[in-house]
């Protein structure tokens, strides 16, 4: 939870963050199942969908063909289609550096992760 802290409180080295509407979705609904609970599921949403520091980055055909390439090529790295996704938007945007807790899943990408901030 430090690190949403500083991302929240402005407290990181990066000036914008990148997430994706099927992250969004991850998250809420992952969010729900574990606390059982909506507004607190509601409150994640609303936070990241407010939030000036997060760049809100959308899923199109591109992007959907892209993910499935990687997806099928990369059986040996345990990789959810939704990592997929991340990645694809990733190298269309330059993006190189990944705040996850899925270390496993994005090193073999040749993506620099980052698992604090």
Not at 26 to 43: K, N, Q
Not at 54 to 60: A, N
Not at 61 to 70: A, D, H, P
Request: with cysteine; glycine share 6%; charged share 25%.
């Amino acid at each position: 939870m430090d690190s949403f802290a500083k991302i929240a409180g402005n407290g990181i080295r990066y000036r914008k963050l990148y997430t994706s509407d099927y992250v969004l979705d991850e998250a809420v609904t992952t969010c729900r199942r574990r606390t059982g609970s909506h507004e607190l599921s509601v409150r994640l949403g609303t936070d990241i969908l407010a939030s000036k520091s997060i760049v809100m980055l959308k899923v199109d055909e591109r992007t959907i063909q892209e993910s499935w390439k990687l997806y099928k090529e990369k059986g040996d790295v345990k990789l959810s289609f939704t990592d997929a996704t991340c990645a694809a938007l990733a190298r269309a945007h330059g993006i190189i550096n990944i705040f996850t807790y899925d270390t496993r899943d994005f090193r073999p990408l040749n993506l620099n992760v980052i698992s604090s901030l």
